[in-house]
């Protein structure tokens, strides 16, 4: 059977056959290798988050923990809270747990789960894997997703600060995540397989278009001048363009010789003014790469000017909490969500019992470093919708979303009890320091600063009946 096609055609498919050819090998591998990493990358991730977090955590505090009745121990609420905010750190995380192996059974001891399937402290987890079990050891990673009764994850493990071999961390990406990540892979790789089939197409096309110029070209010079010179005969059956051409060539034969110093002349002119565009192409480029550069510089410092600026206005620099300005701001727009859909909202008004004595004693210094703390430990037991603010001195204002007064009333007692039973350690000595608490609901004010005075009011309430104290106006 004859192939009858043309140069055109056979170069174009060939031409297209070996660039499908080589990117489809080169993208299979770089594939494979980039799944490889995804996978090893999100297990490194996962040991360093496992082994971090492992030396923050002292086993020797847990070892009391045993029984759902521990719940309320201040050392288990302590943890309980640490874990959820270094969870709440971390999208990749979806849980944080701590456990304990007592012979052939490992159980919880806290878990950071907060819907209601958290496991309780003593409760059995039955789902054990040989990587479980070397956590205890040494910091481990599971090999592919584990299916246990709260869905499939992907778990690193980890022994914590004095455990003796007893007591690990358990960190928990779900499988679901992981699967977003191969899948993003999947479509970029798909996109480059679509990519390589154009871009192969067009180079197809460029080099058989290039590639068969120059033979029509000489096709048609060769029968000029060879008209009436057609004694020479070269029998073909290519059935392609090429029968043509060499009948050209059978006809030139005898004048090649002298076209051929022509034609190299006019070669090395067109490859001297190819090299000469070649350069002139190269310098424009270049020009027009540090002219991009030079404007993305200028854009990201306008862009971080502009952050600071709008930080400046907002933060106050020593707490890092917000200042009465926002505070004001987001009191206001409280009230405006409340008159739309009656939405209930709690401010508290706090202020530290006797504070002025700290920096008498001990100088402004440490009275700063006092409040910076204050405003840690606040940070840490706040929901993230809920707003903090130094509204003056030793004087924090904090609003609850959704939250009525004895809810409210609720929240100040746990922030009364962590700053009257934690000292402070900032100034170099332990120091005990107490808080008073006044709490209200919106009750429909005009103004936000009226909400503040109620509060204000009832701060002022709890300092009169002896401070370290929770009222409700």
């Not at 961390?169 to 899948?183: C, P, S, T």
């Not at 001990?362 to 840690?376: F, N, P, V």
């Not at 009333?409 to 700053?419: D, H």
């Not at 709890?462 to 009222?471: I, L």
Request: aromatic letters at 8%; one cysteine or more.
């Amino acid at each position: 059977m004859t192939f009858s096609k043309s140069i055109y055609s056979k170069l174009f498919l060939s031409h297209v056959l070996a660039v499908f050819l080589v990117s489809g090998s080169i993208g299979t591998f770089f594939y494979s290798r980039a799944s490889q990493s995804l996978l090893v990358g999100l297990q490194e991730r996962l040991k360093a988050t496992a082994a971090m977090i492992s030396w923050t955590i002292d086993a020797e505090s847990l070892r009391h923990i045993r029984t759902p009745a521990d719940v309320n121990d201040p050392q288990y609420q302590h943890t309980l809270a640490q874990l959820r905010a270094l969870k709440r750190m971390n999208t990749d995380i979806s849980f944080l747990y701590i456990m304990r192996i007592e012979g052939d059974r490992v159980l919880f001891v806290v878990d950071s789960d907060e819907s209601d399937a958290q496991a309780m402290p003593g409760h059995e987890y039955s789902s054990v894997v040989p990587t479980l079990l070397h956590g205890f050891l040494g910091v481990t990673v599971d090999d592919s997703p584990t299916d246990d009764d709260w869905g499939s994850f992907l778990s690193s493990y980890a022994p914590l600060r004095g455990s003796h071999g007893d007591f690990l961390i358990g960190v928990d990406m779900r499988a679901d995540a992981m699967q977003e990540k191969y899948e993003n892979l999947r479509i970029s790789a798909l996109i480059s397989v679509v990519a390589s089939i154009f871009l192969a197409f067009l180079f197809a096309r460029m080099l058989s278009s290039r590639f068969m110029a120059p033979i029509n070209m000489t096709i048609r010079g060769c029968s000029d001048m060879a008209s009436g010179k057609l004694e020479t005969r070269i029998p073909l059956n290519a059935n392609d363009g090429f029968d043509q051409l060499l009948t050209a060539f059978n006809s030139m034969a005898d004048t090649l010789s002298a076209a051929e110093k022509d034609k190299n002349e006019t070669f090395e002119a067109l490859k001297q003014s190819r090299h000469e565009l070649s350069i002139r192409v190269e310098q424009r480029t270049s020009d027009l790469k540090e002219m991009n550069d030079k404007l993305s510089n200028e854009i990201a410092m306008r862009l971080v000017a502009q952050k600071a600026l709008q930080e400046a206005a907002s933060v106050d620099m020593l707490t890092r909490l917000w200042n009465r300005r926002f505070m004001i701001d987001r009191l206001e727009q409280e009230i405006n969500r409340f008159k739309r859909s009656q939405s209930p909202f709690t401010i508290l008004m706090m202020d530290l019992d006797h504070f002025k004595k700290i920096n008498d004693s001990h100088g402004h210094a440490a009275g700063d470093a006092i409040l910076e703390e204050t405003a840690m430990r606040m940070k840490s037991m706040l929901r993230s919708q809920d707003a903090a603010s130094r509204w003056g001195g030793e004087e924090f204002l904090i609003l609850l979303p959704d939250t009525t007064p004895e809810q409210g009333a609720l929240v100040a007692e746990k922030l009364r009890s962590r700053m009257a039973d934690a000292p402070y350690f900032s100034i170099g000595e332990a120091v005990t320091l107490t808080a008073s608490f006044g709490v209200t609901g919106y009750a429909g004010q005009i103004e936000a600063l009226d909400i503040v005075a109620t509060a204000d009011r009832a701060m002022y309430e709890a300092k009169k009946k002896g401070r370290n104290r929770v009222e409700i106006l």
